[in-house]
């Protein structure tokens, strides 16, 4: 049964990739619920409200809403503070839907704008995510996306230090779905690619997480939806309704 669990076939990718929209637009939400002075639950119930409308289970797995000194707890789901302007939340979300899961995170600032510390930051796991996704494709093994983003880190400059995550796990029927490690990917596989650098010193966590399938010829990012790019960040966050 792991073993095929391993390879999704048709129907079940047009849920994954449903669910990838789905659990999208939910964090978006969320996002648009943003305001410094909000509790972190007041974001949990934006994107648990959107995903019941439309037919999802519920949640995943439990939803992460790390405000400040909280974005650098692992699996911290309390989401009992108040966001204040200055601190960046960390949300890690992902609807159950028909049975399959999908796993997103985004980082963004609650006034809105990144601070230059919390730029530089974000740019590094930004870069190396993106070099991860550039990498997956049938017959790449995790040392070889290693290599990859390693050799990209070194062209563009980037100290990588710090980074943990990266090559991230099995997405399926459970968020951290079963399946053997270190084989080659195939047409097929789903992952969650989540690289992120925590300085708990600085209150400040920085994760971004996307979910892909492996296709023919590399990847399709099924939580395309929700910007990554600091720029849409920001951009989305000024369409806000300030209360
Ligand atoms: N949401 C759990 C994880 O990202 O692995
Ligand atoms: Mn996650
Ligand atoms: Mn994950």
């Not at 934006?46 to 400040?68: D, E, F, Q, R």
């Not at 650098?72 to 204040?84: D, P």
């Not at 084989?183 to 596989?189: A, D, I, N, S, T």
């Amino acid at each position: 049964l792991d073993r095929m669990r391993m390879i999704q076939d048709a129907h079940e990718i047009e849920i994954l990739r449903r669910n990838g929209k789905l659990s999208s637009k939910a964090v978006i939400e969320a996002m648009r619920a943003t305001r410094p002075g909000a509790m972190e639950y007041e974001l949990e119930a934006a994107a648990v409200a959107h995903i019941l409308k439309n037919g999802a289970a519920g949640p995943a797995y439990a939803p992460i809403v790390g405000s400040g000194p909280n974005s650098c707890v692992w699996h911290y789901n309390r989401n009992h503070r108040k966001m204040q302007a200055g601190e960046v939340v960390l949300m890690d979300f992902g609807a159950d839907l028909n049975h399959y899961a999908m796993d997103i995170t985004r980082t963004w600032p609650v006034s809105g704008k990144f601070t230059q510390e919390q730029r530089e930051a974000y740019k590094v796991a930004l870069e190396v995510q993106k070099a991860c996704i550039d990498a997956y494709r049938p017959g790449v093994t995790s040392q070889d996306v290693r290599d990859h983003v390693a050799e990209v880190m070194k062209e563009k400059g980037i100290d990588p230090r710090g980074l943990t995550g990266g090559i991230g796990h099995y997405v399926g029927m459970a968020t951290h779905d079963v399946g053997p490690r270190g084989v080659p990917l195939q047409e097929g596989m789903v992952f969650a690619i989540e690289p992120g650098l925590y300085y708990p010193e600085k209150e400040l966590g920085i994760r971004i997480e996307d979910t892909v399938l492996i296709t023919a010829d590399g990847c399709e990012v099924l939580t395309k939806d929700v910007p990554k790019e600091i720029d849409e960040v920001e951009a989305l966050l000024a369409q806000r309704k300030m209360k």
